[in-house]
């Protein structure tokens, strides 16, 4: 039986929603049960539906283009000088590949950069550029690339469920603390 991690595997990690979902795990689990088909994904563009479909024993087909079309990789590049340093890019960042802190400059690891894009639109002043990757990678270049936004996207998502986990807990014992207190006002008057 295929695997989610080998269909996973195949995918490009670009973890740029286009194939309608959150990333190329939801993607590849679409797949796997059979919900979503394997011409989704732009960027892995014919290469990557070739792959899924010799691994699935299906027949190959055309990208669908109402999800994208194939394009070189590109990276993003913030004009320094223009950013307000609202940190909108870094909450957008899918792999943790922007550096910086509120009210500071922004500036992207190209080294990690997958060139999704979903930092484009949220910046307010336009100051995120994706510009074509300059040198052309080696296969062994462009797995190396996959394995490290793969790592870094589910690092992302681990650390987003405990932030989420935390801040539950604070708001459960914020209400506790507030139930607490009306007990006590309650037992104040009642002995008054
Ligand atoms: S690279 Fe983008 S379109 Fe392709 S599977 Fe991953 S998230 Fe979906
Ligand atoms: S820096 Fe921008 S383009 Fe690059 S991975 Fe992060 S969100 Fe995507
Ligand atoms: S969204 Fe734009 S302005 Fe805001 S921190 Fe990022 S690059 Fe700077």
Do not use: W
């Amino acid at each position: 039986m295929i695997s989610i991690d080998q269909i996973n595997a195949i995918l490009p990690q670009t973890q740029c929603g286009q194939c309608g979902y959150k990333g190329c795990k939801p993607y590849a689990e679409a797949i796997a049960l059979g919900r979503a088909d394997i011409n989704q994904c732009p960027p892995g563009g014919d290469e990557g539906i070739l792959e899924l479909a010799t691994l699935l024993e299906l027949k190959t087909k055309p990208l669908n283009p109402e999800f994208g079309v194939h394009k070189p990789k590109h990276v993003a590049f913030i004009v320094e000088e223009d950013c307000i340093g609202c940190a909108k890019c870094i909450a957008a960042c899918p792999v943790d590949a922007i550096l910086g802190a509120a009210k500071l400059m922004h500036t992207v690891i190209s080294a990690e950069c997958t060139g999704c894009e979903l930092c484009v639109a949220p910046c307010p002043v336009d100051c995120i550029e994706m510009k074509p990757l300059s040198i052309a990678l080696s296969l062994a270049q462009k797995s190396a690339c996959k394995m490290t936004a793969m790592r870094r996207y589910e690092a992302r998502n681990r650390r987003k469920a405990y932030e989420a986990l935390e801040k539950a807990e604070k708001v459960r014992k914020q209400k506790e603390a507030l139930l607490l207190m009306h007990s006590d006002t309650g037992i104040d008057r009642s002995s008054a």
